[in-house]
């Protein structure tokens, strides 16, 4: 089973970029399609993007990127042109077989890491 664990959250201004990235334990990362999704306070969860096993990608918005290393075991959300709306935490999840968009979808999750934008 693979396990994960998100890092590179933090707080930045309106404007500025940041890095997400997923760790996962495991040897079978590579057969796990990926996803990315953040939930604000008092909102549901929503969908970010996601990349396949065999590296088609879906994102939400022109400004986001989702890329993934194998090699590594790891997932990587580049998100650039923050804004304040934009605040959330953000968790990585992962799923056998096709990606998907819906948060249900997904088997495993990690535990968040927090994104902070401000004006």
């Known amino acids: 089973q693979v396990q994960l664990v998100e890092s590179g959250g933090g707080a930045v201004q309106a404007g500025e970029s940041l890095r997400l990235s997923c760790a996962a334990s495991?040897?079978?990362?590579?057969?796990?399609?990926m996803g990315w999704f953040r939930q604000a306070p008092g909102k549901e969860r929503e969908f970010v993007a996601s990349?396949?096993?065999?590296g088609g990608r879906t994102v939400y918005a022109d400004s986001v990127t989702i890329s993934r290393d194998d090699a590594k075991n790891t997932v990587y959300l580049q998100m650039n042109s923050l804004k304040p709306e934009d605040t959330a935490t953000y968790y990585c999840?992962?799923?056998?077989?096709?990606?998907?968009?819906?948060?249900?979808?997904?088997?495993?999750w990690g535990q968040g890491t927090q994104v902070t934008v401000s004006s």
């Open positions: 999840a992962a799923r056998q077989l096709t990606a998907s968009r819906a948060y249900y979808d997904y088997d495993l």
């Open positions: 495991g040897r079978t990362f590579r057969n796990y399609a």
């Open positions: 990349i396949s096993v065999s």
